[in-house]
């Protein structure tokens, strides 16, 4: 027997803070370890690789990404066969609708924008040589050299995020329109250009003890920006050939630390924000040295990532890790909402995948990013479509793209009915934060630290979503990220790794014992799937956790069964067992309020009204994991007009719904510091009393 139902309802939430990524004991970039001596290996690897101009590129410009010539095809592209898509750029030229920021520009990402104007208006001029978009490029290059402070003044002032996109946008700007300067002005962006380059190489250059989180956005953004501004002067300023090297020993690291599935560890929308960065630096590179860096696999695989992780319709994702706001977010509310859905259309960068499938000559990835224009997806910057776009190559419809998918490295699955917009889709994760390979290649590189607090602590947690609605699952973007917003167990109220304690929950954690957390099941097909993954090892010892054995089925119900039952079913079975007794609490989140079946609220403003109405006495003894004794259960059904929950649970376990409260991020080098607040609510089951072992199970019906 089963002995609960949920009802959700629609709750108002509160407006959260916007996107940050650093708190106290994060070092996002480079970091001095006095302990450890030795010669840096970069020091090494810097003469080692090639970062230096082609010769016949010497005195030329422009030449980072094209020259006259390739810049004459694309003309020609742009006012023949790639009409419409220029015009969709033409009609987004961000420089044409407002004026800069003036100085100090420190709202968050003024200046990242003004970076990506320059580039756009640069290039809108060499296609249409309109002098209006000269102009424009000028006010906002001149702008650029108006800020004292490339990025925040209180926070790595000149040598973080801002920093490298100012980096590209005047390295663009200066090399696109070099003959259209007048001497002057190219002096005096020349000169801005490598004192802000110096800033940021003097930072970055390795010192003794010195390690660097190469994984992790904050390195490989700013170090993109450097490595594009060095191939822009490279044979004007003397020291710009070692910015050119610096740039090419980091990335050498940033790749060989790469996904090795295609996976981005942070989440999807910082695959939006910082996947840019990795094909700038790659563009450039290829073009100004004639080295070709893209073959990595996670390249060749993160359009499985960025196709699976749409939800079905495409207009949101599954939102693991630090994504949007999340409740908030799907309510089109808050600030999330209007950033990353401008005018309701999803900024999903979708055209670095025409980039990709140009490489590889792949019509799979061509066909995912042909999937997302049609969705109504935008490009943060719609320019370098016409740059990207292979017009011969053909695109596979995405209706040929296999329904699920493991990515065995990050041990997350994904899996749905079909690729249309009223499939029934789940996501499952079980895996260490950034995945297997860095277990192995930590001890290789002696300067890597790692940089993990996009990463929540969340293994062995689902969302699911069905009927076109997000039905269960993930809370968005933390300052302090918490298992208790994700739909997996907590002990003695504590969830995984050393979260509570900053951003990054996993900080101070070893990674091999973190390596332990893994799938250790997957069955997919048409039909359904069998997932059964293990996350003991994501607990801290102390809680003395030897099992969390997750299993997670569905078989899908074809459309004669289901005019007869109007359901679908998951059924989720979790044995939990450690050395000493230990209170454990089983969660299950919903952007919307419960109910139970009568019809009244629980937990309606925050307020957790009868919570003893939910103690549900199961006859489930908590030693066994042997079926539940039929006879005592007691049934209190709650359900959802589009899901109901039911839950076996140990006799006497306590179950009450509740606020889901999350500290919002706070300002750069503060995100721990946020506001309290609420996404949603979540449903809290929790054994009455300590015990060595116990079992739950779920049943959600939809």
């Known amino acids: 027997m089963i002995s609960r139902k949920l009802l959700l309802v629609l709750l108002p939430l509160l407006l959260l803070r916007p996107i940050t990524a650093q708190d106290a004991h994060e070092a996002l970039g480079p970091k001095q370890n006095p302990d450890r001596g030795g010669q840096p290996p970069l020091i090494d690897l810097m003469p080692s690789l090639n970062s230096k101009l082609r010769p016949e590129l010497a005195g030329v410009h422009p030449r980072v990404y094209f020259t006259d010539s390739e810049l004459a095809a694309l003309r020609q592209r742009a006012h023949g066969s790639q009409k419409e898509l220029w015009a969709r750029a033409l009609a987004s030229v961000r420089a044409l609708k407002a004026d800069p920021p003036p100085p100090p520009a420190g709202a968050r990402r003024a200046q990242n924008e003004v970076a990506l104007a320059i580039a756009e208006a640069a290039f809108a001029y060499k296609i249409e040589g309109d002098p209006k978009y000269l102009d424009a490029a000028r006010k906002y290059m001149d702008a650029a050299v108006s800020y004292d402070v490339w990025g925040y003044s209180y926070n790595k002032p000149n040598v973080d995020l801002a920093a490298g996109h100012l980096l ?333 304690n900053g951003h990054n929950a996993w900080y101070g954690v070893a990674y091999d014992q973190l390596n332990g957390v893994r799938i250790t099941k997957a069955k997919l097909s048409a039909k359904g799937f069998e997932l059964e993954g293990e996350a003991a090892s994501a607990y801290d010892p102390k809680l003395e956790l030897t099992r969390f054995r997750r299993h997670i089925s569905f078989q899908r119900v074809g459309p004669a069964s289901m005019a007869s039952s109007g359901w679908q079913t998951i059924v989720i079975t979790d044995h939990v067992r450690s050395r000493q007794p230990h209170l454990y609490t089983e969660l299950l989140h919903a952007d919307t309020n419960f109910r139970r079946e009568n019809g009244s609220e629980d937990g309606n403003n925050g307020k957790n009204r009868g919570a003893k109405e939910y103690e549900i006495k199961a006859g489930f003894d908590p030693a066994h994991s042997g079926a539940a004794k039929d006879a005592s259960q007691q049934v209190r059904a709650l359900q959802t007009a589009r899901m109901s929950v039911r839950a076996e649970l140990p006799a006497d376990a306590v179950v009450k719904s509740e606020p889901n409260i999350v500290t919002a991020p706070g300002l750069p080098g503060s995100t721990d510091k946020g506001d309290q607040q609420q996404r949603g609510q979540r449903l809290a089951a929790t054994t009455a009393k300590p015990v060595k072992s116990v079992t739950f199970r779920w049943q959600l019906e939809f």
């Not at 992780?309 to 949101?316: E, L, Y």
């Open 168 to 500: 590209y946008g005047m390295g663009v700007g200066y090399d696109l329109l070099y003959h259209d300067l007048s001497e002057a002005d190219r002096t005096r962006y020349r000169e801005k250009i490598a004192l802000q380059a110096r800033l940021l190489y003097d930072y970055y250059v390795p010192k003794p003890g010195m390690t660097y989180s190469y994984s992790q956005n904050h390195v490989f953004i700013p170090v993109s920006g450097l490595g594009i501004a060095a191939y822009a002067l490279y044979d004007e300023v003397p020291d710009a050939p070692k910015w050119a090297a610096l740039s090419r020993a980091i990335f050498d690291r940033v790749l060989r630390t790469y996904s090795a599935d295609g996976y981005y560890y942070e989440s999807y929308e910082y695959w939006i924000f910082v996947t840019p960065w990795i094909i700038h630096y790659l563009d450039a590179h290829l073009h100004s040295t004639g080295e070709d860096l893209f073959n990595q696999p996670g390249l060749r695989q993160t359009h499985l990532y960025v196709a699976h992780s749409m939800v079905p319709g495409g207009q949101t994702i599954f939102d693991f890790g630090d994504a949007f706001e999340g409740a908030l977010t799907r309510a089109h509310q808050g600030e999330a909402w209007p950033r990353s859905h401008p005018d309701g259309h999803f900024m999903t960068s979708y055209n670095l995948l025409y980039d990709l499938a140009s490489h590889f000559h792949d019509s799979q990835i061509q066909g995912v990013a042909h999937w997302m224009k049609g969705l109504g997806h935008l490009n943060a910057e719609e320019w370098w479509s016409l740059v990207w776009y292979d017009e011969k190559l053909p695109a596979d419809p995405i209706e040929s793209l296999p329904h699920w998918h493991y990515f065995r490295d990050h041990e997350v699955v994904y899996w749905r009915t079909d690729w249309g917009e009223d499939a029934t889709a789940i996501a499952f994760k079980c895996g260490p934060p950034e995945g297997h390979q860095t277990a192995t290649l930590l001890p290789q590189f002696t300067d890597w630290h790692l940089e993990m607090g996009h990463a929540h602590p969340d293994a062995n947690s689902f969302i699911l979503f069905a009927h076109g609605q997000y039905l269960t699952g993930d809370s968005g973007y933390a300052g302090v990220p918490l298992s208790a917003h994700h739909n997996t167990l907590l002990v003695d109220g504590h969830g995984q790794g050393n979260e509570g």
